[in-house]
């Protein structure tokens, strides 16, 4: 018996979203035309709430006043959910300081 998990643990976060995932989700509010690479402000709300239900993110609004476009998006998508975007331990903090003297 296998103790495999269908969702995905710390260690294997889920993958950034791409293009085609964007537009996927877009597509949830409804038939969309593949030429439109404008998002407006139902989708916008509609591609907030997918990612805070699948990523367990809020985006502020210095991330959503930049989402003017499906690209746009994207590319916040990849800078907030991306491994890069998790902060790390600081390195140098009170027990490397105490350590030394």
Known sequence: MSNASPLPSPAEPLAVPGRAEVIDWLSGLGERSGELE???????????????????????????DRIKTIDDAVAVLAEVLSPAATPEPALGGEADRSSHG
């Open 38 to 64: 404008r998002i407006d402000s139902m989708e916008l709300a509609w591609l907030v709430h997918q990612v805070e239900q699948r990523y367990g993110v809020e985006l502020g609004d210095e991330y959503l």
